[in-house]
């Protein structure tokens, strides 16, 4: 079972409310709430891309760019010895840092660029 639905780019949540009886989420890895609700699946989907195609017009209406779920980059704190081991690994295969880690993470999760 999948907890998640996409809509141009966007990822909405899924979420169930058995005191309300009713279906509810919100637009993930943004900070603009975009929240949507149905008593049912096609409801629930109806609503999520009506709400991602609201903002989208909203944006384009104020002229201002959409925030977009990811940029490419995140800061990752390892600690003082890991950043040394990794570098100096990456020194040693030739490689940028940035080069070294990207690989890493493609490895761990099966997904090549």
């Known amino acids: 079972m999948k907890n998640t639905m996409e809509h141009k780019g966007y990822t909405g ?9 009713i279906f509810f989420g919100k637009v993930q890895f943004i900070r603009t709430l975009i929240s949507y609700e149905g008593s049912n699946a096609e409801e629930l989907r109806n609503d999520f891309h009506n709400g991602v ?57 099966q997904h090549a660029a």
Request: glycine letters at 6%; a negative charge; proline letters at 3%.
């Open 13 to 21: 949540s899924v979420e169930y409310s058995d005191e309300d009886g």
């Open 53 to 109: 195609d609201d903002y989208l017009i909203m944006c384009q209406a104020k002229k201002i760019t959409p925030e977009q779920p990811f940029k490419g980059s995140f800061n990752v704190r390892v600690g003082r010895d890991l950043h040394r081991q990794i570098a100096l690994e990456a020194a040693r295969r030739g490689v940028s840092l940035n080069s070294l880690i990207v690989a890493a993470l493609e490895r761990e999760t």
